[in-house]
Nanobody, 113 residues
Framework: EVQLVESGGGLVQPGGSLRLSCAVS????????MSWVRQAPGKGLEWVSA????????SYANSVKGRFIISRDNAKNTLYLQMNSLKPEDTAIYYC??????WGQGTQVTVSS
């Protein structure tokens, strides 16, 4: 059974940081490109960032470029998203996915004072 389990969300003040993790099991993690997608309250899905299977290529939405860093540890089957300089508009449920085919259950990030 394929499982993607996000963690690391929570409540943080504007300007703060959080690190999300996505632990993957049930598939060969090292051959999958991975992405983070978020959904803000009352809005649709927004792609946030992606990373190639070997970690050599990354890409970011303009809204998070320069503030978020995506990374992965293929030895630990884990995907990360370091989020810095958080803004209230970053408030959303954050989902990791493996090439859009497999998804986690999401982790809530709330940025508020």
């Amino acid at each position: 059974e394929v499982q993607l389990v996000e963690s690391g969300g929570g409540l943080v003040q504007p300007g703060g940081s959080l690190r999300l993790s996505c632990a993957v099991s049930g598939l060969t993690f090292s051959i999958y490109d991975m992405s983070w997608v978020r959904q803000a309250p009352g809005k649709g899905l927004e792609w946030v960032s992606a990373i190639s299977s070997d970690g050599g290529r990354t890409s970011y939405a303009n809204s998070v470029k320069g503030r978020f860093i995506i990374s992965r540890d293929n030895a630990k089957n884990t995907l990360y998203l370091q989020m810095n300089s958080l803004k209230p508009e970053d408030t959303a449920i954050y989902y990791c996915n493996a090439q859009i085919r497999y998804w986690g259950q999401g982790t809530q990030v709330t940025v508020s004072s």
